[in-house]
């Protein structure tokens, strides 16, 4: 009589147990993003200085710096007329 009553349980508990999470990852994983030269991003957000222009979302670029070495990299941007 006790097995008859914990038979519907055990049941459900099995049959609720096999609802768990799907595994099948249908989307696709990210690409990654090509490499951007970070001295050209800058002297072209440099270039583009407006009070009324959007903010440049930059969470999720990848930036290479190869002028590291170059203190004169932003020579050319940066100079002030005397």
Known sequence: MRLLKLTPLLLSALALGACGGDNDNDRPP???QAAINYTAFVKVQLANTRDD???ININNLRLIDRDQNNPQAYDR????PN
């Open 30 to 32: 990210p690409q990654a």
């Open 53 to 55: 222009r959007d903010p």
């Open 77 to 80: 941007v940066l100079d002030t």
